[in-house]
């Protein structure tokens, strides 16, 4: 019995320090919960879409959009794209996008165009029931940074899976058809650390492997189609968005959260805070896209 009880202690006891090393673990890498922001935005698109033979069709769209309540601009999105619909069933589709995104650059104290280069597979599955359609578009997304940038704070190829369900009532001889979507955006090689400062070289704390859901979107619209040729879509965005922000040097260590005076921030525990920030949004946003087909 006596023996047991030794057995059992020592059991307990490596569950305790294993505890403790876990807990250690994580404060040392806590993050930075900030609060929710909200901005109301806008967006506006043209789209002139070609068909080539039966099923495949070429498209052009050119995107623009403001933010920060409607008071400066955000991005212009350039976008070239191919589909093919194999049946009533299933449409897959390759496009391009080109995006200049207009930023803030703190140390130029200056605004500025950040370039990047964003490349979608998308696989389209349809069904009608009745007058209801429902619609689920997997869209595999790459996006290429350009430029100077630390690679400590995102990759500079960033993967993306967005899942999205549409959900659409289709009026017998009417031109209107309402309908909501919700939109899942899953990152899949988002900036990991594994401890703030790196052992032998630059890089050993990190792994690009961080998957997580950062974006949803709930989006009620009606699209109006004016004639066979000509159609509009308007709709409002509710984007509900949950970065990890990371905040890292060039050397691949991450930096410590400190106050206005320059002191670092420490958690219960006495460990000082990295700058990992998790930061909440809802971005609210009014849209009009117009199509032309031919």
């Known amino acids: 019995m006596k023996f047991e009880v030794v057995i059992n202690s020592l059991a307990m006891r490596k569950l305790i320090i294993t505890t403790i090393l876990c ?8 993050q930075v919960n900030e609060d929710i922001d909200t901005d109301f935005r806008a967006r506006m698109s043209v789209e002139l879409d070609k ?10 769209s050119e995107e623009f959009r403001l933010k920060d309540n409607l008071t400066s601009v955000d991005r212009f999105y350039t976008t ?12 897959a589709g390759i496009s391009y996008t080109l995006m200049n995104l207009h930023k803030f650059d ?14 979608s597979i998308d696989l389209i599955g349809s069904y009608r029931v009745g007058n209801v359609k429902f619609n689920l578009r997997e869209r595999f997304q ?21 899942s999205r369900l549409k959900v659409s009532y289709d009026f017998a001889n009417r031109p ?32 690009y492997n961080d998957v997580y859901i950062n974006r949803v979107r709930l989006q009620p619209g009606i699209e109006w189609k004016l004639d066979s040729r000509n159609s509009f879509d308007f709709y409002i965005l509710a984007d509900y968005v949950y970065e990890k922000d990371i905040d890292a040097s060039k050397s691949g260590n991450l930096k410590k959260y400190k106050d206005e005076s320059g002191n670092v921030i420490t958690d219960i525990s006495g460990n000082p805070v990295y700058c990992i920030f998790y930061r909440p949004a809802w971005n609210f946003t009014l849209g009009v896209a117009y199509k032309y087909a031919f």
């Open 23 to 30: 807990a250690s673990t994580f404060t040392a890498l806590a």
């Open 51 to 60: 068909r080539i033979v039966r099923g495949l069709h070429i498209g052009l």
């Open 80 to 91: 070239l794209g191919l589909s093919y619909k194999f049946c009533p069933y299933f449409k």
């Open 106 to 119: 703190s140390d130029a104290d200056r605004w500025g165009w950040d370039l990047r280069h964003r490349a």
């Open 142 to 162: 790459l996006t290429h940074r350009t430029g100077e940038m630390n690679v400590y704070q995102n990759p500079r190829n960033a993967f993306v899976l967005r």
């Open 176 to 207: 209107v058809e309402p309908y909501f979507s919700v939109e899942l955006r899953n990152t899949l090689n988002a900036v990991h650390y594994s401890a703030p400062e790196y052992t032998a070289v630059p890089g050993d704390n990190i792994s």
